[in-house]
């Protein structure tokens, strides 16, 4: 089970970060996404981290804004959100894919998910 953490609200500008951890099963065998829904709208690849640390992709709306990472020893995986904007409002998800050798932006490759956490950005 994937639980999502370190949503909330913040002023347009700000930052959080996201944390996504689990218990019992190891992550460091899975590559991870991050996906964000808003209201109405569709469920919208972020970021994603290959198992190891070693490659990352991202949406072209969140580059040089958001960081992915992980702690496999702490089944951590992360997402550090800067230079927030009110059009990141969304709840975020974080998902664990089992085919690692290719990393993907659709969400129908990743086999689990979180119950998603609530990022509101104020303008």
């Known amino acids: 089970q ?3 953490s370190g949503g909330g609200l913040v002023q347009a500008g700000g930052s ?3 944390s996504c951890a689990t218990s019992g099963r190891t992550l460091r065998s899975f590559n991870m996404g991050w996906f964000r829904q808003a209201p109405g709208k569709e469920r919208d690849f972020v970021a994603a981290i290959s198992w190891s640390g070693g ?3 991202y949406a072209d709306s969140v580059k040089g804004r958001f960081t992915i990472s992980r702690d496999n020893a702490k ?3 992360y997402l ?3 230079s927030l904007k009110p059009e990141d409002t969304a709840v975020y998800y ?3 894919d089992r085919v690692t ?3 993907f932006k659709s969400q129908y490759e990743y086999d689990y998910w979180g119950q998603g956490t609530q990022v509101t950005v104020s303008s």
């Open 2 to 4: 994937l639980v999502e």
């Open 16 to 18: 959080l970060r996201l």
């Open 55 to 57: 490659r990352t992709l």
């Open 75 to 77: 089944n951590t995986v």
């Open 80 to 82: 550090q959100m800067n």
């Open 94 to 96: 974080c998902a664990a």
């Open 101 to 103: 050798a290719t990393m």
